[in-house]
């Protein structure tokens, strides 16, 4: 065809030489660039793997964070009722005390009322018994002057 075209057998040889050389190298590019059937499903199936082991992997990460989460809520919930049993204790040994020290202080005022009771009794037992002995003495003085003016 390149001879009716006006080129000699060299030139169409070396133009034939050119455009197979120009073809295998694009050939060769392409099949660099390509990836075979072969090659996609492997790569395909690579993707897969990895996609599915960072899915696992963030699951797991997942479970691991929560599980770190609710032991460290026990942890705080054990912690909490720990120090409301601590509160209510003192609380208790608190009322404890003021109940021991209010009857205590009960205690003393009773015994001080007592005390006053038998002050006031022994005080009016004198009292009757002086106003007996005066009514005695005028008695007997009323008694020696009717004596004396009769």
Do not use: C, P, W
Request: charged share 35%; glycine share 4%; aromatic share 6%.
């Amino acid at each position: 065809m390149l001879a009716r075209a006006g080129f000699t057998s060299e030139q169409s040889e070396a133009i034939l030489q050119v455009m197979k050389d120009a073809m295998g190298d694009s050939l060769e590019a392409q099949s660099r660039i390509l990836a075979t059937k072969s090659e996609h499903v492997e790569l395909k199936a690579e993707l897969s793997e990895r996609v599915f082991n960072s899915t696992l992997k963030f699951d797991i990460t997942q479970r691991h964070s929560r599980e770190l989460l609710e032991r460290d809520f026990n942890t705080l919930k054990q912690d909490i009722r720990m120090l409301e049993k601590i509160d209510f204790d003192k609380i208790r040994m608190e009322i404890a005390e003021l109940e021991k020290k209010f009857l205590l202080q009960k205690q003393a005022e009773d015994e001080t009322l007592n005390e006053l009771r038998l002050s006031m009794e022994k005080v009016e037992k004198r009292m009757l018994q002086y106003a007996v002995g005066f009514a005695g003495t005028i008695m007997a003085v009323g008694a020696a002057l009717l004596r004396l003016v009769l």
